[in-house]
Structure formats: C-alpha cells, structure tokens
C-alpha cells in the first residue's frame, strides 16, 4: 500500500493519511456499513486500496489529474477512479456510503453540499478535529449541526494526531460519521430550518428569552416545554439537542403568514351607524 511521504499540492490543501492504525480504524467503521461507496479525495489510494478489498463498487474522486491516473492503475477491477472536484461531481442516484479524508480548507462547503444531497445513507468524513466535534454536538451544537439534525443522526469517533498526516498540518484531525436517519424528526424542512436560525440568530440573555422574542410561541406553553425538557433561563441554543430541537418546533408549528385585517363589526347605535341612516 503506498503511504505518500512527500508534500501535496498546497492548492488543494492535501495531506495526506499514512498512520496505518488511523487506516484501519477508518476502513473498520466502512465494513459497518453496505453498498457502494464514493471516496472523496482519494489522493493516492491511502484509503482506496484497503477499501477495494472488501470487494464493494468503489468509486474514487481525485481532484489532482496526475494522482488520479496513477492511482487508477494500481486498483482493481472493482474500483473506478474519476478526476473531479466532489463540489461539481454528480454522486450515484442510488444508496450508497461517502468517506474521505476531506481537505481542511474547503470541509464546510463539502459537508453543506452532502447534506443537500439525497441518496447516500452514510458518511464516514475524517475532517479537523473542532469541526468535527462541532458536527457531532460535542460541547455544544452549532447552527448547521442543529439545522439537519432531524435528518441527520452524527457521532464523533476519535480523534486523529496531527502526525498521522504527511506533510503535517498545525490542527489534530477528528474521524466522525453522519447517518440518515430512517424517520426524519421533522417534515418541513424548510420551516424548521428558518426557525432554527431565527432563534440561533436572535437577541436574548438565554434561550427562554430568545424563544419569548420570535414571538412564535405561548408563554404557557414554552414553560410548559422548558419543565418537561428541563431547559432553564441560562441555557443557549446550541445546549439542545435533536429530540429537543424537534419537539420544541413541533411545539411552535409553522408560521401563519398575517392576511389583511378585516374591520370589526360595528354595534347598531354606534355613530358611525348612525351617521349612516
């Protein structure tokens, strides 16, 4: 198996896996899955050789022409080796698994683009390690984590030393898994997705004040779900999790555009209908 020792090339922000361990851990967590898999950035075949020989269709992405044509001659039959960047490259329109060791510079867009995507039921991603425990929750839920938890089950895994990467970089990676989920929490994506960054956007010294803002909720009824959920004045959003997040929109419910108010009825004597007679 080659395990690259020299640099990559600093435009597309490689570095490369060669801890062997790490290797095995990533290729164990890929066995737990099924069906094809798509490799994102598969530089020099780090990941891709051990992965063939589970014997799966593979297919791996390499933005770097010259890696992937000698990468395409050193796999098997069951491996097919495509040139492209994954942010312009059309994944299967059938179930299959994602993995990559994804380049630190552009983690975010790559994350956000497979969120969007459908089709793919797991992800196996080693990405820089606070990202990663940002995904997952861990120490506190961000605004795109929160936003696709309903559909969307993510865990963190372990925690991948700087060394494990040639050349190395300054930041520790973080081996992490997104999974469909069967039963999304949540049917309108689009409503609860806005309400999410609409409380994770707004003013307040605590959740139940920003809550209070939006204006979108029955004070009885938010103290109501802050007792049964144990949510108190010094929590913050990030502090939710999934199963909270989605009981607390289904709670609030979608939005009810205001139509054109209608003037009340006027009493018989009044003198405006008197004035009318």
Same mark, same amino acid.
């Not at 809550?211 to 029955?218: K, S, V």
């Given at each position: 198996?080659?395990?690259?020792?020299?640099?990559?090339?600093?435009?597309?922000?490689?570095? #490369?896996?060669?801890?062997?361990? /790490?290797?095995?851990? &990533?290729?164990?967590?890929?066995?737990?899955?099924?069906?094809?898999? /798509?490799?994102?950035?598969?530089?020099?075949?780090?990941?891709?050789?051990?992965?063939?020989?589970?014997?799966?269709?593979?297919?791996?992405?390499?933005?770097?022409?010259?890696?992937?044509?000698?990468?395409?001659?050193?796999?098997?039959?069951? /491996?097919?080796?495509?040139?492209?960047?994954?942010?312009?490259?059309?994944?299967?329109?059938?179930?299959?698994? /994602?993995?990559?060791?994804?380049? #630190?510079?552009?983690?975010?867009?790559?994350?956000?683009?497979?969120?969007?995507?459908?089709?793919?039921?797991?992800?196996?991603?080693?990405?820089?390690?606070?990202?990663?425990?940002?995904?997952?929750?861990?120490?506190?839920?961000?605004?795109?984590?929160?936003?696709?938890?309903?559909?969307?089950?993510?865990?963190?895994?372990?925690?991948?030393?700087?060394?494990?990467?040639?050349?190395?970089?300054?930041?520790?990676?973080?081996? &992490?898994?997104?999974?469909?989920?069967?039963?999304?929490?949540?049917?309108?994506?689009?409503?609860?997705?806005?309400?999410?960054?609409?409380? #994770?956007?707004?003013?307040?010294?605590?959740?139940?004040?920003?809550?209070?803002?939006?204006?979108?909720?029955?004070?009885?009824?938010?103290?109501?779900?802050?007792?049964?959920?144990?949510?108190?004045?010094?929590?913050?959003?990030?502090?939710?999790?999934?199963?909270?997040?989605?009981?607390?929109?289904?709670?609030?419910?979608?939005?009810?555009?205001?139509?054109?108010?209608?003037?009340?009825?006027?009493?018989?004597?009044?003198?405006?209908?008197?004035?009318?007679?």
């Amino acid at each position: 198996m080659p395990y690259i020792q020299h640099a990559g090339r600093h435009e597309f922000g490689q570095n #490369f896996l060669v801890d062997r361990s /790490v290797i095995d851990d &990533f290729v164990e967590l890929v066995a737990r899955t099924d069906g094809p898999i /798509v490799e994102i950035g598969a530089g020099d075949g780090a990941l891709t050789l051990p992965l063939s020989r589970q014997g799966r269709e593979l297919t791996a992405v390499e933005i770097d022409s010259k890696r992937s044509k000698r990468l395409s001659r050193q796999t098997p039959d069951n /491996v097919t080796v495509v040139c492209a960047d994954v942010l312009s490259f059309r994944f299967p329109q059938h179930p299959h698994v /994602v993995v990559g060791n994804i380049p #630190f510079h552009v983690t975010t867009p790559i994350v956000r683009a497979l969120l969007a995507a459908d089709h793919w039921h797991t992800a196996v991603l080693l990405v820089q390690w606070e990202v990663a425990r940002r995904r997952a929750g861990v120490g506190g839920a961000t605004l795109l984590t929160a936003s696709w938890w309903p559909w969307y089950d993510f865990e963190l895994h372990s925690r991948v030393p700087a060394r494990a990467f040639r050349p190395v970089p300054s930041v520790d990676g973080g081996l &992490f898994s997104m999974v469909r989920r069967g039963t999304p929490l949540v049917d309108d994506r689009r409503g609860y997705q806005e309400f999410v960054r609409l409380v #994770f956007t707004g003013k307040g010294h605590g959740l139940p004040e920003i809550l209070q803002r939006t204006g979108r909720i029955a004070r009885k009824d938010q103290q109501d779900w802050q007792r049964a959920n144990r949510v108190g004045p010094q929590h913050l959003p990030k502090d939710l999790t999934a199963h909270q997040w989605a009981s607390l929109w289904h709670l609030v419910g979608p939005a009810r555009p205001a139509g054109p108010r209608r003037p009340a009825p006027r009493r018989p004597g009044s003198p405006a209908s008197a004035r009318r007679r």
